[in-house]
């Protein structure tokens, strides 16, 4: 018994319950002598670890999901800082399970959810957790909505969720009462078929300065070409004004050869019929006056209620 459990630990960071103790065989007298001589340690409500085993954040989260009963799982930032979310450490300790269960650990934040299917739930780790979409539900309802935006964003464009998914799991989950429900009704409204998130904090700064300016949003990631084929991809670009946007700020650390490559795309755009402008961290961030000024120079003008830009960015 010992040495199946000993199997069984270690693919749960050395975590095991009593439920699972008494599966393997072993008596509550067993139990207690082994507490008693220090071979195992009480963990949590119902809930061991194997003396010795190193704590982590990893052991504590399983703790709490198998403390929490059958079919509870990591959610919320927990769950976002397994899926790898940029932005969310493995700090907090967050379950979603379908009991009515106060846990008994006051480090643990438990959620009650009255659907939690077995297509909202996958493995990492080891850890049960609740799927890329769901979390990002799940978050909608906890975090600030700037945040939100942000979690959404970086998601889409780091490939953890895709835009399906996640309008599927908004409707399906979709219900009065559910806290988030309008936040995430109206962020996805402005992410449909052809939406390219942002992929960088810098980027989503520029595209706040242009919202907050009124002025007209350009289409994302644009693919460049001449007569001799493809020309590079560009950050954003305004189409009707052939007017390319650039604001990488990893050009200050350019190696020598990026830089001429860099140049040369330049050039064959500019013969192209293309114009460009380009815009550094500290424009975006500290003097934003000069990038408006600059788009509006170019040619950038103002948005009107009636344009399809407003909602959709192609």
Same mark, same amino acid.
């Given at each position: /018994? &010992?040495?199946?459990? !000993?199997?069984?630990?270690?693919?749960?960071?050395?975590?095991?319950?009593?439920?699972?103790?008494?599966?393997?065989?072993?008596?509550?007298?067993?139990?207690?002598?082994?507490?008693?001589?220090?071979?195992?340690?009480?963990?949590? #409500?119902?809930?061991?670890?194997?003396?010795?085993?190193?704590?982590?954040?990893?052991?504590?989260?399983?703790?709490?999901?198998?403390?929490?009963?059958?079919?509870?799982?990591?959610?919320?930032?927990? @769950? !976002? @800082?397994?899926?790898?979310?940029?932005?969310?450490?493995?700090?907090? +300790?967050?379950?979603?399970?379908?009991?009515?269960?106060?846990?008994?650990?006051?480090?643990?934040?438990? #959620?009650?959810?009255?659907?939690?299917?077995? #297509?909202? *739930?996958?493995? +990492?780790?080891?850890?049960?957790?609740?799927?890329?979409?769901?979390?990002?539900?799940?978050?909608?309802?906890?975090?600030?909505?700037?945040?939100?935006?942000?979690?959404?964003?970086?998601?889409?464009?780091?490939?953890?969720?895709?835009?399906?998914?996640?309008?599927? @799991?908004?409707?399906?989950?979709?219900?009065?009462?559910?806290?988030?429900?309008?936040?995430? &009704?109206?962020?996805?409204?402005?992410?449909?078929?052809?939406?390219?998130?942002?992929?960088?904090?810098?980027?989503?700064?520029?595209?706040?300065?242009?919202?907050? !300016?009124?002025?007209?949003?350009?289409?994302?990631?644009?693919?460049?070409? $001449?007569? $001799?084929?493809? @020309?590079?991809?560009? $950050?954003?670009?305004?189409?009707?004004?052939?007017?390319?946007?650039? +604001? &990488?700020?990893?050009?200050?650390? /350019?190696?020598?050869?990026?830089?001429?490559?860099?140049?040369?795309?330049?050039?064959?755009?500019?013969?192209?019929?293309?114009?460009?402008?380009?815009?550094?961290?500290?424009?975006?961030?500290?003097?934003?006056?000069?990038?408006?000024?600059?788009?509006?120079?170019?040619? *950038?003008?103002?948005?009107?209620? &009636? $344009?399809?830009?407003?909602?959709?960015?192609?």
């Amino acid at each position: /018994m &010992d040495d199946l459990l !000993a199997r069984l630990a270690e693919r749960q960071h050395g975590v095991f319950t009593l439920a699972q103790l008494r599966q393997l065989g072993f008596t509550d007298a067993a139990i207690r002598h082994r507490v008693g001589t220090g071979r195992w340690g009480p963990l949590g #409500h119902c809930t061991f670890c194997l003396s010795g085993t190193p704590r982590s954040w990893e052991q504590q989260m399983l703790a709490a999901v198998l403390a929490a009963g059958p079919g509870a799982v990591a959610s919320h930032r927990s @769950a !976002a @800082a397994l899926l790898g979310v940029p932005g969310f450490g493995r700090r907090h +300790i967050e379950v979603t399970t379908l009991r009515s269960k106060r846990h008994r650990d006051l480090r643990t934040i438990v #959620h009650q959810s009255l659907q939690l299917p077995p #297509h909202h *739930v996958t493995s +990492i780790e080891h850890i049960p957790v609740t799927r890329a979409a769901r979390t990002l539900v799940d978050l909608a309802g906890a975090l600030p909505p700037a945040r939100t935006e942000r979690a959404i964003d970086n998601c889409l464009s780091a490939g953890i969720v895709g835009l399906t998914a996640l309008h599927e @799991a908004f409707a399906e989950l979709r219900r009065p009462g559910r806290h988030g429900i309008a936040l995430l &009704d109206r962020l996805l409204e402005d992410r449909s078929d052809g939406y390219v998130a942002p992929a960088s904090e810098l980027e989503r700064r520029f595209l706040a300065l242009l919202r907050a !300016a009124g002025l007209k949003e350009p289409v994302r990631q644009h693919d460049v070409g $001449d007569r $001799d084929g493809w @020309a590079g991809r560009v $950050d954003y670009a305004y189409l009707d004004l052939r007017l390319l946007v650039e +604001i &990488d700020g990893r050009r200050h650390h /350019m190696s020598k050869l990026d830089f001429e490559a860099d140049r040369a795309r330049d050039n064959r755009r500019v013969a192209a019929g293309w114009r460009s402008v380009r815009f550094t961290w500290n424009q975006v961030t500290r003097r934003q006056t000069e990038v408006i000024d600059v788009l509006l120079r170019s040619g *950038v003008r103002k948005r009107r209620p &009636d $344009d399809a830009q407003c909602r959709k960015v192609g």
